[in-house]
């Protein structure tokens, strides 16, 4: 019987690697600046596009949309996002940030770059962009498998 191990698999290093930045840049986030790791990424992702809807949001950021509308609820409660009608779409909100969270733009990207750094120490430049290059082209054969699974 053939054997799969997961200690050499692509898929659990690429999900381990993910989950030990995860959790670190989170509690780091956490402990420096006091946002979670949802919130953090929601005013990153509209400094990057302000005006969004929830959905695409979401996407951006790899959350389920219900998960996301009850952080938006917190984040607008505590003066971090403010939702305006989608004069296009009534059904859907487009989310802004507030002075509030304007300001703690700087100071995350600052973390981010900062923690950047941190996690790709002793990785050279060449392996970092050998790597990117791997992993796109891992999520493509990815994307073309479920995307051919899915139509039929």
């Known amino acids: 019987m053939k ?9 659990v290093l690429i999900m381990t690697a993910s989950k030990a930045i995860d959790k670190t840049a989170t509690l780091d986030m956490t402990t420096q600046h006091g946002l979670t790791g949802t919130q953090w990424r929601v005013i990153l992702a509209l400094s ?5 809807n929830q959905k695409d949001i979401a996407d951006m950021i790899f959350l389920e949309t219900p ?11 505590n003066g971090l996002v403010e939702r305006k009608p989608d004069l296009e779409d009534r059904r859907n909100n487009k989310i802004f940030l507030t002075k509030k969270s304007k300001a703690q733009i700087e100071p995350l990207v600052d973390f981010i770059l900062e923690f950047r750094k941190l996690v790709t120490k002793n990785v050279s430049a ?4 050998i790597t990117k290059e791997v992993l796109r082209k891992i999520a493509k054969n990815a994307d073309a498998r479920y995307e051919k699974i899915t139509k039929k």
């Open 67 to 77: 998960t996301l509308v009850s952080a938006i609820d917190k984040m607008e409660k």
């Open 48 to 52: 990057i596009n302000e005006g969004m």
């Open 126 to 129: 060449k392996d970092l962009e």
């Open 3 to 11: 054997e799969v191990g997961f200690d050499d698999d692509i898929g």
